[in-house]
């Protein structure tokens, strides 16, 4: 909030307090819930709790524009248990998580009832044996070849003397030449167009006013006779002079696939939220962005497959790289600026919530970003490469374009809003039986 946000210290600690006391009001209604629901029966409670919670993630994913950002099923590191994802996204394995803490504590509430501790022994050789039949194959390297550039273009307050491209091409130019020759070191050459990605980065790249960048661009993708995806900032006369925060996606000629305008845009960074009182956000803070947000999901369509982009933060929204496999992508890049997390462990997190998605819709993952991690996923969320972090860095790698569906990607969410369903009719069901009881 104060290196980045422009605030001073005492407004951007309140700012941070905010924040903290909203999105912990997620978990304080589910303690509140469990809590009273136990008073009266903590069988009722434990029940509750894996539905319950579930419900709160999915809260937190759509409520104040949602962010969902680490949720539990995360922590699952199992790689068979985590192919569930392919079926219920991650809240499939929050909602394990609990179930398995409910029937641990269930032994302690009632320690004489063998029924408790029957139900966990099965429960637990359940997990197990699901972990085993569902143990991923052996990781092999895709047919395809990519090629994803790491920058590393710092966060500088004299960006824009730096990096642009018309007051410092040789910039530009380096990183071209970075890109080319590592087209050069694919091995053994594909017979396919390679894939090269820049990631997202603070430089004033504007493809649609800045020739400099654009025939750059272009010229790039014919030399290097490769799909090109590239970040850039698109300014469109019916927006008002606003930006969008875009991807451009070029095919070997240097012609124009795909414009995707990043459609959920990150609250209070590039954009005030309506309810948030704009006007007043903005005398508080002028680096707030005032961004458009995109919305339409569509994909890059090539002889091999579809290229689906994300931008940065959507990585942490199931449903929206859903809907874009949905539409026809066969494999995902997802571009990032993760600078601004300094040397948190946010990158990181970042990475293992990226790497869900292609879990979720068996793809492959291909991750650019501005100073790290960049990396290659691979369906099963496995990290085939990765670059090291903070330093200029090419990342040269195989995947594959694949089609099919997995259960998620073709029926979306209907595990999650069927714990909504089921804790509502609990919730239901126990008022009535309260009242019947008081009666």
């Given at each position: 909030?104060?290196?980045?946000?422009?605030?001073?210290?005492?407004?951007?600690?309140?700012?941070?307090?905010?924040?903290?006391?909203?999105?912990?009001?997620?978990?304080?209604?589910?303690?509140?819930?469990?809590?009273?629901?136990?008073?009266?029966?903590?069988?009722?409670?434990?029940?509750?709790?894996?539905?319950?919670?579930?419900?709160?993630?999915?809260?937190?994913?759509?409520?104040?524009?949602?962010?969902?950002?680490?949720?539990?099923?995360?922590?699952?590191?199992?790689?068979?248990?985590?192919?569930?994802?392919?079926?219920?996204?991650?809240?499939?394995?929050?909602?394990?998580?609990?179930?398995?803490?409910?029937?641990?504590?269930?032994?302690?509430?009632?320690?004489?009832?063998?029924?408790?501790?029957?139900?966990?022994?099965?429960?637990?050789?359940?997990?197990?044996?699901?972990?085993?039949?569902?143990?991923?194959?052996?990781?092999?390297?895709?047919?395809?070849?990519?090629?994803?550039?790491?920058?590393?273009?710092?966060?500088?307050?004299?960006?824009?003397?730096?990096?642009?491209?018309?007051?410092?091409?040789?910039?530009?130019?380096?990183?071209?030449?970075?890109?080319?020759?590592?087209r050069n070191k694919v091995n053994p050459p594909s017979a396919d167009p390679p894939l090269v990605a820049w990631s997202e980065n603070p430089a004033p790249f504007y493809f649609d006013r800045d020739p400099v960048f654009r025939q750059a661009m272009e010229k790039m993708a014919r030399q290097a006779q490769s799909y090109v995806v590239v970040s850039t900032m698109i300014t469109n006369p019916a927006d008002g002079g606003r930006p969008r925060n875009s991807a451009i996606v070029l095919d070997p000629q240097g012609h124009e696939l795909l414009q995707y305008d990043k459609i959920h845009l990150v609250p209070f960074g590039e954009y005030v939220p309506e309810w948030a009182f704009p006007g007043k956000i903005g005398k508080i803070t002028l680096e707030v962005g005032d961004f458009v947000a995109g919305s339409n999901y569509q994909v890059a369509r090539t002889p091999q497959g579809g290229i689906g982009v994300f931008i940065c933060y959507e990585a942490i929204f199931p449903q929206l790289v859903r809907r874009l496999t949905d539409q026809g992508a066969t494999v995902l890049v997802t571009i990032s600026d993760d600078t601004w997390f300094g040397n948190s462990s946010a990158a990181f997190q970042h990475l293992e919530m990226a790497r869900f998605r292609a879990i979720e819709n068996g793809r492959y993952l291909l991750r650019s970003t501005n100073d790290g991690i960049t990396a290659m996923v691979d369906p099963y969320g496995r990290v085939l490469e990765a670059a090291p972090r903070h330093g200029q860095q090419v990342l040269i790698g195989r995947f594959g374009y694949l089609a099919g569906q997995t259960f998620y990607t073709s029926h979306g969410d209907v595990f999650a809003w069927g714990c909504v369903a089921v804790t509502l009719a609990m919730m239901v069901g126990w008022s009535v039986k309260m009242r019947g009881a008081k009666g």
């Open positions: 909030m104060e290196q980045h946000g422009g605030l001073g210290p005492v407004l951007a600690i309140g700012v941070l307090l905010l924040f903290v006391i909203v999105f912990s009001l997620y978990f304080g209604v589910f303690g509140l819930v469990i809590a009273w629901v136990a008073k009266y029966s903590r069988g009722w409670a434990l029940a509750l709790s894996p539905f319950l919670w579930v419900t709160m993630e999915i809260a937190r994913t759509y409520v104040l524009t949602g962010f969902p950002w680490n949720l539990l099923g995360y922590a699952v590191q199992a790689p068979g248990l985590q192919r569930l994802a392919s079926f219920t996204a991650v809240y499939g394995l929050s909602f394990l998580v609990v179930a398995t803490s409910a029937l641990f504590v269930s032994i302690f509430v009632d320690p004489i009832q063998k029924r408790a501790r029957f139900a966990l022994a099965i429960w637990l050789a359940l997990l197990v044996a699901v972990n085993v039949a569902a143990a991923p194959p052996p990781m092999l390297p895709g047919p395809e070849a990519a090629i994803l550039v790491q920058p590393d273009v710092p966060l500088d307050v004299n960006i824009l003397e730096h990096w642009a491209p018309w007051k410092e091409p040789a910039q530009l130019d380096h990183l071209v030449d970075l890109s080319l020759a590592a």
